[in-house]
């Protein structure tokens, strides 16, 4: 299993007027989650485009537990628990807060896609080799 | 079963580098057909709230079926499969575009909610009323 | 002058736990303004960066008078005071709520570029000649 | 003169079709910085609200030299080049990018206000206390 943990700070631009962070703005936290485990993996997710890979995502799922407030610490665990293979790769996601409540949890599951046809591609052997080792 | 459709056109500001809407932003698009179908049913969410009762997300699921890009025309259709009752509430969506392509399928499981307490509470018997002829 | 008026209802996704429109927000309300001026043009913004040229915003200017609110119906009103000439065009922006009060009012001065070069070109004929029996 | 800087990292979901961040986003950069500013001070934003003193936007500039793009990681230098009196403060901004290129410079008149009322008050003086030494 690969894991990563980040750390951001819940800004006003992202809380509603119930005084919680809108739901829909977890995708951008998710989103940071995983350009940060990239980049702890060597690699760098804007490479990966520039290379004309691209990974958009096929499917979201989020669960609110509790909610997120303006100006919390919250940590945001990524997990990878099963090799990549194919096109498809399934990210899960904890959020907690600094309080370490669970407040949300979720998966993204992303495919590699040729940027220039925008069909499905293998995922690129030098991201395979990095997470190889975590399984 | 009750169903609902909106049209909104996507805005440059919910693109995304890759040309295709950031997939945080379908959670606003849904936001605005549960609106719109309250509104159709004579009930104002706003209202709903300044009389103490709020409707958090407790689930969101969204499959991404092709992108949605800047400017494109949406048909957003909202679907109430079962009747309403305790205080949960499943929505589910299907967003196409002019061609009648099918972009993206979701849903949201609302959880109605004291605004002072954020305990759970009983659907509005108001709403409960207004949409018993549909099932 | 050339003037043009559009409607937009405020998104819960826009709000901010103060109740108000998040004010980072009404770049995005001018935004759809201009697409729809445009359009009422006879010109489609997205065919002019398919045709290569783009019109990213040099400068931002708005003055927030009143707070505008989740589900307020706001009129956003689009004014051009000058013809079109050079690279540079200056929209001016004013936003009411259905009471006509005014919310706020601001600018952008939008700069015609390549979207190949990055650089400054000439805005496109077509858009002179559209504007041109305003002023 | 006081000013503090903070660094952030261009998210995904901030880019447009552009390949930039979109314009609009700038505002929520600054309210880190100034969420940020206040932390430094010893002051968090989060209780003056709580406190019931808000302080919303009555006027932002924002300047746009050149794009920030996905993964920048941004410099953003906060000024306040007066004493805060009344009830008003005029916060500067600078942002940079790794390269020390200026991309975008701007401002944001904040109004300080009661919570209750919505109307003016004078800054606290907790902050006016803070904010002396360095004028």
Same mark, same amino acid.
């Given at each position: %299993?690969y894991?990563?943990? @980040?750390?951001?700070?819940?800004? =006003? &631009? !992202?809380?509603?007027? %119930?005084?919680?962070? =809108? +739901? #829909?703005? =977890?995708? &951008? ?8 485990a990239f980049r702890q993996l060597g690699i ?9 890979? #691209?990974? *958009? ?10 909610? $997120? ?14 090799? &990549? ?6 990210? !899960? ?12 949890? #979720? +998966? ?7 940027? $220039?046809?925008?069909? *499905?591609?293998? @995922?690129? &052997?030098?991201i395979? $080799?990095k997470l $190889?080792?975590?399984?």
């Open positions: %299993m894991s990563s943990e @980040i750390q951001l700070r819940v800004r =006003y &631009a !992202e809380t509603d007027q %119930m005084g919680y962070v =809108y +739901h #829909g703005n =977890y995708a &951008a936290y998710f989103e940071v989650a995983r350009t940060e760098r997710y804007k490479d990966l485009e520039a290379d004309g890979v #691209g990974m *958009p995502v096929g499917e979201l799922r989020t669960c609110f537990r509790r909610p $997120a407030r303006y100006d919390d610490l919250l940590t945001i665990k990524l997990l990878l628990r099963q090799p &990549a293979e194919g096109a498809r790769v399934l990210f !899960e996601y904890e959020i907690r807060n600094e309080a370490q409540e669970l407040l949300a949890e #979720g +998966h993204t599951l992303m495919v590699f896609v040729s940027t $220039a046809t925008g069909r *499905p591609v293998s @995922i690129p &052997a030098d395979v $080799a $190889a080792p975590y399984f």
